[in-house]
């Protein structure tokens, strides 16, 4: 069966410095990979998603991430957070047989601060 | 905005109460999915329905009845439920189940509060 690992509950940066939430994955076969953002009192909104080709996916609002396959990672980055960007993050994961079925972390709290 | 939307966007009933959520959505897609997300939890996948048809129930108690009349509707009725039913409930879409690449759409959510 399919899982996700994101093994920080909160990740704390500094408005202008660089973020990292990190995102581990278990999967029979080839994954596919998503990162979600959900912001107070809101639904998940979709940042962007790894299928095939480039490791490094470039999404939403200046995110990225990078797959890598030999550590099973997906890792969500951004050059510059900016306050805004404070928000819980969800890395999930859908295999490439039967039927999507997304599997969801635990999510991750990112704080910027001023 | 997504192009998926809930209603009502908080609810609070009693155990014996009798409720319903509603989503619709206006993204032209075939498949619709009702999440459970409680705090410190995964998202939990409740029922999946594709072209109308359900094809997903994943040990949800029978207190919670999904409908879906149409690829643009969903409901959640829920009736007896207990306290430990107390989360956000959320609706997404998606084009199909049957492509794994595709994106799902959230709406807000439903907060629900079981007293």
């Known amino acids: 069966a399919q899982s996700v690992a994101q093994p920080e509950d909160q990740v704390n940066v500094a408005e202008g410095n660089p973020l990292t939430v990190k995102c581990t994955y278990s999967?029979?076969?080839?994954?596919?990979l998503f990162w979600y953002v959900q912001y107070p009192n809101r639904g998940l909104q979709f940042l962007l998603k790894y299928i095939t080709g480039d490791n490094l996916v470039k999404g939403s609002y200046g995110f990225e991430a990078e797959f890598n396959k030999s550590q099973t990672s997906f890792h969500l980055k951004k050059p510059s957070a900016l306050v805004s960007d404070s928000a819980l993050y969800f890395c999930?994961?859908?295999?490439?047989?039967?039927?999507?079925?997304?599997?969801f972390g635990t999510g991750t709290r990112l704080l910027v601060s001023p | 905005e997504t192009g998926v939307t809930q209603t009502p966007r908080h609810l609070v009933m009693g155990m014996t109460n009798k409720k319903s959520l509603k989503c619709e959505q206006h993204l032209g897609h075939n498949a619709m999915y009702w999440y459970k997300q409680s705090a410190k939890k995964p998202l939990e996948l409740m029922f999946v329905y594709n072209f109308k048809e359900q094809t997903e129930n994943n040990s949800v108690p029978s207190r919670f009845s999904p409908e879906c009349p149409n690829s643009s509707h969903l409901f959640l009725h829920l009736h007896t439920l207990q306290p430990e039913d107390s989360a956000l409930y959320l609706c997404a879409s998606s084009q199909e189940t049957g492509g794994f690449q595709e994106t799902q759409y959230f709406g807000p959510g439903t907060r629900l509060l079981v007293l």
């Open positions: 999967v029979s076969g080839n994954p596919y």
């Open positions: 999930a994961v859908s295999p490439n047989t039967g039927f999507q079925k997304l599997v």
